[in-house]
């Protein structure tokens, strides 16, 4: 079982920028990618970005060249850099992390972009 618990949402202006942060505890093998996916109001839950133990990374299209997702694997953290923010970039965001079967998912944290 792992826990995640995320921070650093908030209320932001378009073009501005916030940093999610994610700390894992638990097991580390159930841990191997940790990631980010956001629920816009009224919408499914879709991923945003994710990043394997050794570092490698994938990104939806609409955040590509924007967001930066990077983790401490001694400290069983992600964060996700968030540049250029856009309205559409509203939703809550999810910290999740998988491995060996096991999927786990934070409480959510909202972000808001104003316009």
């Known amino acids: 079982q792992v826990q995640l618990v995320e921070s650093g949402g908030g209320l932001v202006q378009a073009g501005g920028s916030l940093r999610l942060s994610c700390a894992g505890s638990?097991?580390?093998?159930?841990?191997?990618?940790m990631g980010w996916y956001r629920q816009p109001p009224g919408k499914q839950r879709d991923l945003v970005a994710e990043?394997?133990?050794?570092?490698?990374?994938d990104y939806a299209d609409s955040i590509k060249g924007r967001f930066t997702i990077s983790r401490d694997n001694a400290k069983n953290t992600v964060d996700l850099q968030m540049n250029s923010l856009k309205p559409e970039d509203t939703g809550v965001y999810y910290c999740y992390a998988s491995g060996r079967g096991v999927g786990s998912w934070g409480q959510g944290t909202q972000v808001t972009v104003s316009s």
């Open positions: 990043i394997t133990r050794s570092g490698t990374t």
């Open positions: 638990g097991s580390i093998f159930s841990m191997n990618i």
